[in-house]
C-alpha cells in the first residue's frame, strides 16, 4: 500500500477561514483522514448567475444599439459588429445559466486524504486510493486554449472526484498543493479535458 505523504503544516492555522461542517468533520473522522490542512470554497453559483446575467443583457442591448446606430446611419458595416455582440451576449447568458448549476461546493484537505462538498453531497478520498490526477483543461483556439477548468482526483476504483480551480474571492486555491501531494504519492498528473480531446470525466 502507499503510503500517505508528508502534508504540510495542519491545523485551522494552516486552513481557510471556513471551518468545516459537521458532517465533513464526521466524514474524515470515519476514514481516519487525521487532521485538517487546508480547504477552499468554489465560487458561488448564485453570484455567478447575476453577473452572467447582467453581462449577457449589456452585451444584447450594446449589439442592438450598434444596429441601430448602423441603420440610422445607413451604413451597414456596423451589422458585422452587432451580430456578433448579441451572439456573445446569448452564448454568456447560456454559461450564467450553467454555472448556476455547478452548485455549492468546498474542499477539505486533510493529512491523509481529502473531502469534498456539492450542495452537501460528500465525497471521501484517502491518499492510498488515489490512483492519478487530472488537469482538466480548455482546448480550441482561442485564448482560453490551455486554461486549467478543474482537477479530478481519479480514484483505483475509477471514481473521479473534482476539484474547483476557480475558487470564491478571499480563498487560497488548493490546486498547487493537490499536485505536489499526488506526485508525492507517486501517481501521475497528467493534461485531460478539451485540451487532450477528452470532453467528459
Not at 8 to 25: D, F, K, L, N, T
Not at 72 to 99: E, K, N, Q, T, W
Request: contains cysteine.
Amino acid at each position: 500500500m502507499t503510503q500517505p505523504p508528508q502534508s504540510p503544516e495542519s491545523g485551522p492555522s494552516a486552513s481557510s477561514s471556513q471551518a468545516p461542517p459537521p458532517e465533513v468533520i464526521q466524514a474524515a473522522a470515519a476514514r481516519q483522514l487525521g487532521q485538517l490542512v487546508a480547504a477552499q470554497r468554489g465560487t458561488n453559483p448564485v453570484g455567478n448567475l447575476v453577473f452572467g446575467i447582467g453581462g449577457g443583457i449589456a452585451l444584447i442591448v450594446a449589439g442592438i444599439l450598434v444596429a441601430w446606430i448602423g441603420s440610422a446611419l445607413d451604413f451597414g458595416a456596423l451589422r458585422f459588429v452587432a451580430c456578433p455582440l448579441m451572439v456573445f451576449g446569448v452564448i454568456v447568458l447560456g454559461y450564467a445559466v450553467m454555472a448556476l448549476f455547478a452548485g455549492f461546493t468546498a474542499t477539505y484537505l486533510f493529512e491523509n486524504g481529502l473531502v469534498h462538498s456539492k450542495n452537501k453531497k460528500l465525497e471521501t478520498v484517502a491518499w492510498p486510493e488515489v490512483d492519478q490526477l487530472w488537469l482538466w483543461k480548455a482546448g480550441g483556439d482561442n485564448f482560453l486554449t490551455g486554461q486549467l477548468l478543474c482537477y479530478y482526483v481519479v480514484t483505483t476504483d475509477g471514481r473521479k472526484v473534482p476539484v474547483e480551480s476557480a475558487v470564491a474571492k478571499g480563498e487560497t486555491p488548493l490546486g498547487p498543493q493537490l499536485e505536489q501531494i499526488v506526485a508525492q504519492l507517486g501517481r501521475p498528473v497528467v493534461d485531460s479535458g478539451p485540451l487532450t480531446g477528452k470532453m467528459k470525466p
